[in-house]
């Protein structure tokens, strides 16, 4: 067997095996007993040639091939069929041909290595003599059928009467346009046609055979005369000494599988949603919202407030803000690094509108991408990310506790106020206690010195005036700073989350569906490339 039809028979099996459930059923079917019959095909020896001799009832197929064979080994009636079985002549030993023969499932064989002589040629080839292939029995029908798709060569039998018999043109030459190579079409009895017939009933079979895609050549016999006898023989001597209408018949049956299975794909093609605005961002965009990232940024933004304002607000009305819970805190996300392996309920609540927003986006999105694959294929891939975004959504609370939302970060630059405060708080605890300490000594009788003067107010209460003011300047100061950094802070974690949800996201929602598509294609280049198969 050639290498290009193994690797045609590797690229099918591979493209049954992929695509094989969006097939129709009858297509389905044709694939697997297709795939079967080369596979099987390649264990016999190609060099024997298998040439079927079929025909409806009555095309005198039997006498035929004792004409050829030159003896009346085949029974022949006149008024009735007489082939209920298959039978198998080969022109070297039975037991050289036993394992095809029996692949072919043909009980009655003969062995007539004399045919060499007749025939003229030395290569081994097997003439079957079929059941009528519009038998009235059923398995008839049938064993003529399995033979003809397992033949090699098929050597269509008509007679004048029947040439246009629908059980040939129906039945076989309709799927036999890719077979033209590895074919003859028989005209027998061509005795009884008048001169003036013969010219327009070749014409008319010529036209059915084009009419099929089939370029097959016509051969007029008749085994009562002998016409056409001799070249008969010679073509399908020549079948035989090529040694090659095996691999042409596997290739032609590659083909037409291959364009069954195409033609299959596309008169069933989705059709793109109308109106249909969805892109990756916008559905990506909704699903950020059902999960709750705009919410976990906008909470890390009020966590760094409640801790700024925590370290960087007057140390007197610091109270106020520890009456406050963190809000991180209160959603359960600020408790530090979350270990890989604990998903925590942090209580966000979903947004059930954007959740089906999102929803209904990818799908549409789903749609839009596998518009014009198989309507099987694009079906399967809708069913298989039905939930994929609720599914994503729910794993909201994995990735927001396990994405840094800077829940314990403490800027310098509070650690500088602070210290500012404390010491400013400590000069108006230093001047209001001088203060306080002259009185209680006047009280006492104690004579003290007055104060240094600061123009007109002493220097104590200068002192605890400003560091007072200083201190609600600085908390001022540090309020506009706070809601500048608070901002940053919740654009930061939005970004990080944004990209966090967008990673996987992509990873579960475009990815697999970019996976399946390219299948999809790589099935069609597949399909393409076994259109082209040759022995």
Not at 205 to 218: C, F, M
Not at 241 to 270: G, W
């Amino acid at each position: 067997m050639s290498e290009s039809i193994r690797e045609s028979i590797e690229l099918l099996q591979s493209v049954v095996s992929v695509a094989g459930d969006y097939l129709a059923p009858h297509v389905r079917d044709e694939a697997d007993q297709t795939l079967q019959r080369v596979s099987q095909r390649q264990m016999f020896a190609e060099q024997t040639t298998v040439v079927a001799i079929a025909g409806p009832t009555g095309a005198g197929k039997s006498s035929l091939i004792n004409a050829l064979i030159g003896e009346d080994l085949v029974k022949v009636a006149a008024t009735r069929p007489t082939t209920s079985a298959p039978t198998a002549i080969s022109s070297q030993t039975i037991d050289s041909d036993s394992l095809i023969t029996q692949w072919l499932d043909i009980a009655q064989r003969y062995e007539r290595t004399g045919l060499e002589h007749v025939f003229h040629t030395a290569a081994p080839f097997v003439l079957v003599d079929l059941p009528d292939i519009d038998s009235t029995s059923a398995s008839n029908r049938e064993q003529a059928a399995e033979i003809i798709g397992k033949a090699d060569v098929v050597v269509w039998i008509v007679d004048p009467q029947k040439y246009a018999d629908s059980s040939v043109h129906d039945e076989y030459l309709i799927n036999l346009s890719e077979h033209s190579d590895v074919m003859l079409t028989v005209l027998n009895q061509s005795d009884r046609l008048a001169p003036a017939d013969r010219t327009h009933v070749i014409e008319s079979l010529t036209q059915i055979l084009h009419s099929n895609s089939i370029d097959s050549p016509i051969v007029l016999t008749s085994a009562t005369t002998g016409e056409g006898i001799d070249e008969l023989r010679s073509r399908i001597s020549a079948f035989a000494q090529a040694k090659k209408a095996a691999t042409d018949k596997l290739a032609a049956d590659i083909r037409t599988l291959a364009y069954r299975i195409s033609e299959d794909f596309r008169s069933h093609v989705s059709q793109e949603p109308v109106n249909d605005t969805g892109s990756e961002q916008k559905i990506i965009a909704s699903a950020l919202r059902a999960g709750g990232a705009l919410v976990l940024s906008r909470l890390a933004g009020e966590s760094y407030t409640h801790r700024a304002k925590k370290a960087t607000r007057w140390p007197l009305t610091r109270w106020v803000g520890r009456l406050k819970v963190d809000p991180l805190e209160r959603f359960r996300l600020g408790a530090g690094q979350v270990s890989e392996d604990v998903v925590p309920v942090t209580g966000i609540a979903r947004s059930e509108v954007a959740l089906q927003e999102a929803a209904n986006g990818y799908q549409r999105y789903v749609e839009r991408r596998t518009a014009g694959m198989p309507t099987r294929w694009a079906q399967k891939i809708v069913k298989d990310t039905d939930n994929t975004v609720a599914n994503l959504v729910r794993r909201a609370d994995y990735i927001g506790t396990h994405t840094d939302i800077e829940a314990n970060r403490h800027p310098i630059w509070w650690r500088v106020v602070n210290l500012i405060h404390w010491l400013l708080l400590g000069t108006v605890i230093v001047g209001l206690g001088w203060i306080a300490l002259r009185a209680f000594a006047i009280n006492l009788g104690i004579w003290v010195t007055q104060p240094p003067m600061v123009g007109i107010f002493p220097l104590p209460l200068v002192i605890a005036v400003c560091g007072i003011a200083l201190g609600w300047m600085l908390s001022g100061i540090s309020a506009v700073i706070v809601r500048r950094g608070a901002a940053r802070t919740e654009k930061r974690i939005q970004r990080r989350l944004v990209n966090k949800f967008q990673e996987e996201m992509h990873d579960e929602l475009i990815v697999p569906l970019d996976e399946a598509i390219a299948q999809y294609q790589q099935v069609k280049e597949h399909l393409d490339k076994l259109q082209r198969t040759q022995s």
